[in-house]
RNA sequence: GCGCCCGUAGCUCAGUUGGAUAGAGCAUCUGCCUUCUAAGCAGAGGGUCGCCCGUUCGAACCGGGCCGGGCGCGCCA
């Protein structure tokens, strides 16, 4: 369907070019699946797109081309798949396909199996997609795991369609909060051990921190009490390399994998983060200033200069940051894509502004906010704050709901789109819950297929399939490529899950229609061969999402 | 005040280079299992696409101005 698109496509232009010399520039036509039936399987606007620079009527444009394209069919290449053409007001151009097309798509998927769907339009371009990079003081929030899914199954998505993908987890080892860790920890540590004293302010206020202070207290040999003031940097570090064993064990349970971890403190130790500033500077983007060095990314199109080195000698946040993008680039990724949380948009401009002065496009960056999610449970919405140590873990999450319906749940909104999560519908393993709706279509057609017995496909005359409810099925199969297509140019995996939806969908009213396993041997086999292409790609998509695609319910 | 996201059915949301009668799920109501899995299907009700101007053959979509909600605006990370 997607390449018919595009041979009519051509066929328009030329016609256009044709039938008008003189018009420039020739408008783009524009080739859609109309909603309405009686408006034929495919249809074009190319008529009123000209009318203007024509001045013509656009009905009388639209005839003139269905007259060219009728006259032309051969040449052009159309004459096999499209079976009629009608104008209808106020001048679209409507094609109505011949069975080739359908037959062919099932072929072609009974054909690539697995591979249906996959392409080679990321032309392996190098990509590199940075998520979750939660910081190492709590587990991992429903927020993270929103991330995660969609950082995940995007990166599945692309990696189908031919781009070279690394998943990378940024490990913020240093820095503010990391000491306020190791702060908090020391604080339990003193509590247990008969002497309480008053807990920081800002301290992670969560019972985690008393399972750390616990360990240590354990694992070490206990320190005198006064030594703990000057032994901190043992507990943030302490704190930090525990905190990600956790976070990985985390990310491992929710099928979420990552090539590469990347620490900050490694960038540090290798001196990266000073040279960025001194590579800057030879640039001509710093200025002093208040005793502290400014980095001039207002030149770059961002609100304000950024301080790199505060007046107290240390670094700003953004600076091993930049060090840690350049990084990325000189590992050679062609793209560059970091999913964040909303609380970072306003961090775009200065990073995109930093990607600039180190002399890349700034479209070699793409950044993925995701909004938040969140949680309700029995109605209501269950409170979250990292500092006060009450939020739902991704842990607690899947060991109620699994990881199935989870990543399901979280890509289930568009990334920029708040998400509400239901947990009590979730739970629910009944018809209300949508990843069973896409799993039972997949259950129901191996049933048919296990009981029918056959092994062998592509052997029938698919010009039997003639039902509206047959059609309809084959023309949302061959979508399947143009809709992961869509998941990576809107950088969301969404398109995919409505899809899934809307295909599962088209295939339960079919199987309510129509018996596939019947007396008439010639027609069973017809629809034996649709449902498994059905089955294929449900289990493509599905594979995509990391899901399961279960043969039983 | 400035910037970003959002405002579509009772609820949660699709609708993306402007296209034909604005869709889905949930919820409510009515039907469908002696036949391949009823975790399913069919049907009904439900809308001033936040409001007002503008652009044009055509606007939920583009532009301007309001109203309302969320987030960000630090020499924090």
Redesign the pocket.
């Known amino acids: 369907m997607r390449d018919l698109k595009a041979v009519i496509g051509q066929a328009l232009d030329v016609s256009l070019s044709k039938l008008f010399p003189d018009l420039s520039p020739q408008p783009?036509?524009?080739i859609?699946i109309?909603?309405?039936k009686?408006?034929?399987d495919l249809?074009?606007?190319l008529a009123?797109?000209a009318?203007?620079p024509l001045k013509k009527s656009?009905l009388e444009i639209a005839n003139q081309i269905k007259n060219y394209l009728t006259e032309n069919s051969k040449q052009l290449g159309i004459a096999d798949y499209i079976g009629k053409i009608?104008v209808?007001?106020?001048?679209?151009?409507?094609f109505f396909c011949t069975n080739k097309i359908l037959s062919e798509t099932i072929h072609e998927i009974l054909d690539k199996k697995d591979n249906f769907g996959k392409s080679d339009i990321g032309k392996s371009k190098k990509v590199q997609i940075e998520f979750v990079s939660a910081?190492p003081?709590g587990p991992l929030s429903v927020a993270h795991a929103r991330q995660a899914a969609v950082g995940d199954s995007l990166a599945n998505i692309m990696s189908f369609l031919g781009f070279k993908v690394v998943r990378e987890f940024y490990i913020?080892d240093?820095?503010?909060?990391?000491r306020i860790l190791g702060l908090s920890i020391a604080s339990r540590y003193k509590e247990l051990l008969g002497q309480p004293e008053s807990f920081p302010a800002d301290g992670y206020k969560g019972s985690y921190i008393y399972d750390l202070a616990k360990q240590m207290i354990e694992s070490s040999k206990p320190k005198k009490i006064e030594d703990i003031d000057s032994n901190l940097a043992e507990f943030s570090e302490f704190g930090a390399s525990t905190i990600l064993k956790i976070i990985k064990k985390e990310l491992e349970d929710f099928k979420v994998k990552f090539d590469i971890w990347t620490p900050?403190s490694a960038l540090t130790k290798k001196g990266e983060v000073t040279k960025i500033v001194e590579f800057l500077r030879k640039k001509g983007f710093i200025y002093d200033?208040?005793?502290?060095v400014?980095f001039r990314s207002t030149e770059f199109g961002d609100?304000?200069d950024?301080?790199l080195?505060?007046?107290?000698g240390?670094?700003?946040?953004?600076t091993p940051d930049i060090a840690y993008h350049q990084d990325k680039f000189r590992r050679g990724f062609d793209w560059v894509i970091n999913i964040w949380g909303?609380?970072?948009?306003?961090?775009?401009?200065?990073i995109k502004a930093a990607v600039q002065a180190l002399g890349r496009k700034k479209e070699d960056l793409s950044v993925i906010?995701v909004?938040?999610a969140?949680l309700f449970k029995d109605g209501a919405p269950v409170p979250m704050s990292t500092r006060a140590g009450q939020y739902v873990t991704l842990q607690e999450v899947l060991d109620e709901i699994g990881p199935d319906v989870s990543r399901f749940f979280f890509l289930?909104?568009?990334v920029?789109?708040?998400?509400?999560f239901?947990l009590s519908?979730a739970k629910k393993?009944?018809?209300?819950?949508?990843v069973?709706?896409i799993?039972?279509?997949?259950?129901?057609i191996?049933?048919?297929i296990?009981?029918?017995g056959k092994v062998d496909f592509k052997k029938a005359d698919l010009n039997l399939l003639k039902e509206p409810e047959e059609l309809d099925l084959v023309k949302i199969l061959a979508q399947f490529p143009e809709e992961l297509e869509?998941c990576v140019?809107?950088l969301?995996p969404?398109?995919l899950v409505?899809y899934l939806?809307?295909l599962?969908?088209v295939f339960?009213?079919?199987?309510?229609?129509?018996?596939?396993?019947?007396e008439d041997e010639k027609l069973?086999l017809a629809?034996l061969d649709l449902v498994e292409a059905t089955r294929l790609v449900l289990a493509n998509g599905l594979r995509l999402l990391n899901v399961s695609v279960?043969?039983?319910?």
């Open positions: 783009q036509s524009n859609e109309p909603n309405d009686t408006h034929g249809a074009s606007n009123l797109k009318c203007k656009p009608e209808q007001s106020p001048g679209f151009i409507n910081n003081t913020n240093e820095g503010n909060q990391i900050q200033k208040d005793g502290a400014w609100d304000k950024r301080v080195v505060k007046s107290d240390t670094f700003t946040y953004l909303p609380d970072h948009h306003g961090y775009i401009g200065r906010i909004q938040l969140t289930m909104r568009r920029d789109s708040h998400l509400d239901d519908l393993q009944s018809p209300e819950n949508p069973y709706y799993q039972y279509a997949h259950a129901r191996s049933s048919i296990k009981k029918s869509a140019k809107m969301d969404f398109n409505s939806q809307q599962a969908a339960h009213k079919f199987y309510d229609t129509h018996k596939v396993i019947s069973m629809r279960p043969e039983k319910m």
